[in-house]
């Protein structure tokens, strides 16, 4: 290590601890669902290395990591921020992340940035299906993980009920490394079920004597499951006979297997924390259990054409490659870009390759260019503490980076590579927004693009039929966090209006009809007449046009003009302003006029025989309709049924897809979808997830019209 972290005051910037070598860090992601604890225990950590004096409350927004305005206002966090500390000459970088899943996104960057999980979960509220659902996604990588069971302290806290609700949820593997001790209603220390040592933290700070007899029955139950779990993970197979023979097996051997099982992601170790405990033995497992970034799988990397690139490794001196897991913009300071260098080595002023590619569809063009490195810091909450380079394993903060997005990859200038993206789920509540004032939408484009470089989870969408403007978001607390951003940090005032879904108009029946156009003027006048016969076809059918004139009563330069008129009408609606569709339409007679017929006096002729044609027949609205594929666990498959059929949808038959989920596939009016992901959020408590395609058009329902039209 250059140095240690140094203390001060909560959120103080002094000098950023430092680190020369990847096998010197640890980063470390904290996940698990709202008000776990994951910042509170950010907080102990943050005191007990003494990176700050006193640990902050969420309560108070006074903590490290919920700076944000939003976050204090909310008391949770919105943000994925990072807390670096040093304990025993390792510099770990805590990634604190948020519990809600509206704001996947920064969670998901955490995953990308860290090299193993601690995963956070409440003595009092147990465990959500987000939790559930991470944890496998965790497992389908291999990562690292431990289980932080918290609020110990609290009155309602039950340590044991909560441990086997953590070995139902998560399987094998999952064991205590300490254990709670309670005296009248107090926690007051933890006994370490390896070392058989009680951890006193009755005076304020940590000391160690030998548990007493009282506890030895539990313990020695608790201990018995803790050996066979590591002696499984063992890759001395003589260990379990030599166990199961009685021999008493040497501590150091355990915890040697210990670390090893921890760091391959083979075994999962729990331990305990609550106001004042359990800090000092998060840190021990996290730096002698965790891996360093060395072995770390690195991400797939490639050239900027797509080719594979192999032989990159987690090298300072290898060749730069860089992520921007994520960026926030501030009109006053501008740009900030967090990075994880995974090779080479960041160093201010340098020139930087920056490429983003494979979100164009979410308003992330496709971008190459090269550009200078500001000032590199090492950020701890709102405090940005300079940094003198940043070394493969390790994370930063870059200022200015003006073309940077959330995903992008930095590298040599020279030797421009790309990092396969983390995948991403798509934000599907649509918000519909529109500029209080002229002033207003004059600073509105360039506030969403600011928004839209930080926030890969946000999809703008600016509406041609609507002509609306739409934010696709992932809940409404992710909709309600940007339109604050938007107000508060650029300063734009924007007002939510009633979203409006793109429908469509058809003909009801077959009809003839004549579009005359005969106006005389000063000079030239216009002199159409087209006689069309109009027909409906079926869905998906599109539009055709037949020409059946003879004897050239339409003299054929003007053929084409009766088509576009009509084209030109069907665009504009004939009834609610909807585009017409699935419609044929023949030319069979007409006349026209050697002086007076030209190219757009036909063309009015032509939309003014679909008009007639329209107020001949019914015209019928259609409304598009999605084919919706709900993932959802087994015991929520029949309330999704239900609700889909609710919103006029015809479930179309369901999939078992293992791991307790079944795919529950529907067709659905997309007037329907519009707050199905609130809804399903709700029906499914936050396990259901889902997707949808646009199908096809079908007549809207009579009892509708007038709602959707008026």
């Avoid at 907080?43 to 006074?62: H, I, K, M, N």
């Avoid at 209080?436 to 999809?459: F, W, Y």
């Avoid at 159409?528 to 037949?546: D, N, T």
């Amino acid at each position: 290590m250059a140095e240690r972290a140094t203390g001060g005051t909560t959120g103080a910037a002094g000098r950023a601890p430092e680190a020369d070598r990847p096998d010197m860090i640890r980063n470390v992601v904290l996940v698990g669902h709202s008000g776990a604890g994951k910042t509170t225990l950010v907080e102990a950590l943050l005191a007990a290395t003494r990176t700050v004096q006193r640990p902050g409350r969420v309560e108070d927004g006074t903590t490290v990591s919920d700076f944000d305005e939003v976050e204090v206002r909310q008391q949770r966090s919105v943000n994925l921020t990072v807390a670096p500390v040093v304990h025993n000459n390792i510099k770990i970088n805590f990634l604190d992340t948020p519990g809600y899943a509206d704001f996947v996104g920064d969670l998901r960057a955490g995953l990308r940035a860290a090299d193993a999980a601690l995963f956070v979960v409440s003595a009092v509220e147990g465990i959500d299906g987000l939790t559930r659902m991470l944890w496998e996604e965790c497992a389908s990588v291999d990562m690292p993980r431990a289980v932080v069971i918290t609020k110990i302290d609290h009155h309602r806290a039950d340590f044991v009920e909560t441990l086997t609700a953590c070995q139902d949820a998560f399987g094998d593997g999952v064991a205590p490394l300490y254990l709670p001790v309670v005296t009248n209603g107090q926690v007051n220390g933890l006994i370490g079920l390896l070392t058989r040592k009680f951890y006193n933290y009755a005076t304020g700070s940590r000391t160690e004597h030998a548990p007493g007899p009282a506890y030895e029955e539990q313990m020695a139950a608790y201990r018995g499951e803790l050996i066979e779990g590591i002696i499984q993970e063992s890759e001395d197979e003589s260990l379990m006979d030599r166990y199961l023979s009685g021999e008493e097996i040497d501590t150091k051997v355990l915890i040697d297997d210990l670390e090893k099982a921890v760091a391959r992601g083979g075994f999962y170790p729990v331990l305990a924390a609550g106001t004042g405990v359990g800090a000092p033995e998060v840190l021990e497992l996290v730096t002698q259990g965790f891996p360093s970034p060395l072995e770390h799988p690195m991400p797939e990397i490639t050239s900027i054409d797509g080719r594979p690139v192999d032989g990159i490794t987690c090298d300072p001196d290898g060749p730069l490659v860089a992520e921007v897991v994520k960026t926030t913009s501030d009109p006053y300071v501008g740009r900030i870009s967090l990075v994880r260098v995974f090779s080479g080595t960041l160093r201010p002023d340098m020139t930087v390759h920056v490429s983003g590619h494979g979100l164009a569809d979410r308003g992330h063009e496709d971008h190459d260019v090269d550009e200078r490195i500001g000032a590199l810091s090492s950020p701890l909450g709102k405090h940005q503490r300079t940094a003198a380079k940043c070394v493969a394993g390790d994370i930063a903060a870059v200022a200015k980076l003006s073309r940077a997005e959330t995903g992008d990859t930095l590298s040599d200038k020279d030797n421009p590579l790309l990092m396969t993206a983390w995948t991403m789920p798509d934000p599907l509540l649509p918000v519909a927004i529109q500029a209080r004032s002229k002033a207003d939408d004059d600073k509105l484009g360039q506030a969403l693009s600011r928004l839209v470089a930080e926030d890969p989870t946000l999809r703008l969408e600016n509406n041609p039929e609507t002509h609306q403007l739409v934010l696709w978001c992932m809940g409404e607390a992710h909709a309600d966090v940007l339109l604050d951003r938007l107000g508060r940090r650029h300063g734009v005032g924007v007002e939510r209006t009633e979203l409006r879904v793109a429908l469509r108009e058809t003909l009801g029946g077959k009809c003839q009809a004549m579009g005359r156009n005969v106006k005389q003027t000063g000079g030239h006048g216009q002199f159409a007449i087209c006689h069309l016969e109009v027909e409906p076809l079926p869905s998906g059918g599109g539009f055709e046009f037949v020409d059946k004139i003879v004897g050239g009563v339409v003299p054929r330069q003007f053929i084409p003009s009766v088509e576009k008129g009509v084209r030109t009408q069907m665009q504009r609606g004939v009834v609610a302003g909807y585009p017409m569709v699935d419609l044929r339409v023949t030319l069979y007679d007409g006349k026209a006029h050697s002086v007076d017929s030209s190219d757009m006096a036909f063309q009015i002729a032509g939309a003014l025989a679909l008009k007639e044609a329209a107020a001949k027949v019914p015209t019928l609205l259609l409304e598009p309709v999605d084919e919706v594929s709900v993932l959802v666990a087994d015991d929520h498959v029949g309330a999704v049924m239900s609700d889909l059929s609710s919103r006029r949808g015809r479930v179309l038959g369901t999939e078992t897809v293992g791991n307790g989920r079944t795919l529950v596939k529907a067709e659905v009016p997309e007037l329907e979808m519009t707050r199905y992901s609130i809804d399903l959020r709700s029906m499914s408590h936050g396990t259901g997830t889902f997707q949808r395609t646009f199908l096809r058009y079908e007549p809207l329902p009579a009892h509708l019209v007038g709602k959707v039209t008026g």
